[in-house]
């Protein structure tokens, strides 16, 4: 029985795609262990990122080390570093075998062809071939015993400046609506209280597909018994229309968490990334969730530092997310992309200056953070619980309310392990940072 390890960078789209290798391997007949110096495995998959050129070189340095870790075992490569560079993969001499994305689902048989006597098995397709159909891999258990993070499409047809994701994943490819609605029902049978839909661009699911679109997705796993929470990954801010909203407000099951992918509050910026929208059609979304949701937790990301982005462009981004004010703001420092047209952009922005503007979004994220969860002390929560952890020193069951707040209660309030279960408690305040609020479950 070969022992083989696996690790995953990246997205979560990565992890979902990572256990459902794991699954196919399991199946097989081959012992899954840990990625670790503690423990040496046969072969080791690295399921790579491309996002950046830093994940390239992450990406690069995981297929080293595992060689270093055992120079007699199979090293894999597989994903989006394969697929934006496959040459320089062929010539690392620490790679045993390549996976190109939409070639994950074939892992099996290239081991198979590998110690059938192959050199160097590779596994590649042109992922920019508008025929590639969605590859169909699928998970019947997971990692996270509470929470499932469910694959609904692969693809992007946006095409912002500073992004390489659409020429390594390729066009929209849609999976099935029976295939995840099968798919959460096994996880559900599991104990899964939760799924997370998740994708490289979930709004554009069903648009390659005949009669179904994202809300109608959302409604046909609403009736799965068992789900008890359905949470929705990154989302384009046109899809929030008047319709959309009320239908899913009208859905008990969703959690009033949404991630509205902004990247700058200037309209000149937005432009030059070739985003779809505008700041003001971007408010009128949010606006619409406040409307048909009471306080939604509404999250984004942000890039400073764009090639063009003057300080006057800066302080207008800044504005527009005092205007908003979100729940969370992931907060990111522009990375040239080379393949992008971004990358050749004159104007590029100095370091230093991108770091000054990231300190200063950083600390608004920080203050408005705090202030949307302070705004739930005092009241009563519903957590599901995830986990038994320690926080200076005391025992705590942690989990997260519907809106994605990180709650903390004392673990011998509860008679029994508590994992797995939706609790009613009280807020009381804050600890780690503010980052926590610590309740009472009795």
């Known amino acids: 029985m070969k022992k083989v390890a696996i690790h995953s960078l990246g997205c979560k789209v990565n992890s979902y795609e990572a256990e459902s290798m794991e699954i196919m391997l399991r199946d097989e007949g081959y012992e899954i262990v840990p990625f670790s110096e503690d423990v040496q495995a046969d072969i080791y998959i690295i399921n790579t990122c491309s996002v950046t050129n830093i994940a390239d070189r992450k990406s690069r340095q995981m297929l080293h080390k595992a060689k270093k870790m055992n120079p007699e075992a199979v090293v894999v490569a597989a994903g989006c570093y394969v697929q934006a560079?496959?040459?320089?993969?062929?010539?690392?001499?620490?790679?045993?075998?390549?996976?190109g994305n939409n070639m994950k689902i074939s892992i099996v048989e290239a081991l198979n062809d590998y110690f059938g006597g192959s050199d160097k098995t590779s596994y590649l397709v042109d992922i920019n071939d508008k025929y590639q159909e969605y590859e169909s891999l699928k998970i019947n258990q997971t990692g996270e015993h509470t929470r499932a993070y469910i694959k609904i499409q692969d693809g992007c047809n946006q095409f912002c400046s500073y992004c390489i994701i659409p020429y390594v994943r390729g066009r929209v490819r849609s999976r099935k609506p029976e295939d995840i609605v099968n798919e959460v029902k096994t996880l559900a049978a599991t104990g899964v209280k939760e799924v997370v839909l998740t994708g490289i661009h979930i709004s554009s699911y069903g648009t390659d597909l005949e009669n179904i679109?994202?809300?109608?997705?959302?409604?046909?796993?609403?009736e799965i018994e068992g789900i008890k929470r359905i949470r929705l990954g990154s989302l384009e801010p046109r899809i929030i229309t008047e319709e959309f909203a009320k239908r899913i407000a009208d859905l008990e099951k969703i959690c009033p968490h949404f991630h509205l992918s902004l990247q700058s509050g200037c309209d000149k910026t937005?432009?030059?990334?070739?985003?779809?929208?505008?700041?003001?059609?971007y408010y009128e979304g949010c606006v619409k969730l406040r409307e048909v949701f009471d306080n939604p937790a509404i999250t984004t990301d942000v890039i400073v530092g764009f090639p063009g982005e003057t300080e006057e462009d800066f302080l207008?981004?800044?504005?527009?997310?005092?205007?908003?004010?979100?729940y969370e703001m992931h907060i990111f420092k522009y990375s040239r992309r080379k393949g992008t047209v971004a990358d050749k952009m004159k104007e590029q922005v100095a370091d230093t200056v991108k770091s000054e503007r990231s300190a200063v979004l950083l600390a608004?994220?920080?203050?408005q953070s705090l202030e949307y969860r302070k705004m739930y002390i005092g009241k009563r929560l519903e957590v599901l619980i995830e986990e038994l952890t320690e926080i200076d020193g005391r025992s705590y069951y942690t989990g997260y309310t519907k809106n994605y707040i990180r709650v903390a209660i004392a673990a011998d309030e509860f008679k029994d392990n508590p994992v797995n279960d939706i609790y009613e408690c009280m807020a009381d305040k804050l600890i780690c940072d503010g980052v926590t609020i610590l309740a009472r479950y009795n």
């Open 85 to 99: 560079d496959p040459d320089g993969v062929k010539k690392d001499e620490c790679v045993d075998i390549i996976l």
């Open 316 to 326: 207008e981004t800044r504005k527009f997310l005092e205007k908003v004010h979100f």
């Open 364 to 367: 608004l994220e920080k203050a």
């Open 213 to 222: 679109s994202l809300i109608e997705l959302i409604e046909a796993i609403h």
């Open 270 to 281: 937005l432009k030059a990334m070739n985003r779809k929208y505008n700041t003001e059609e």
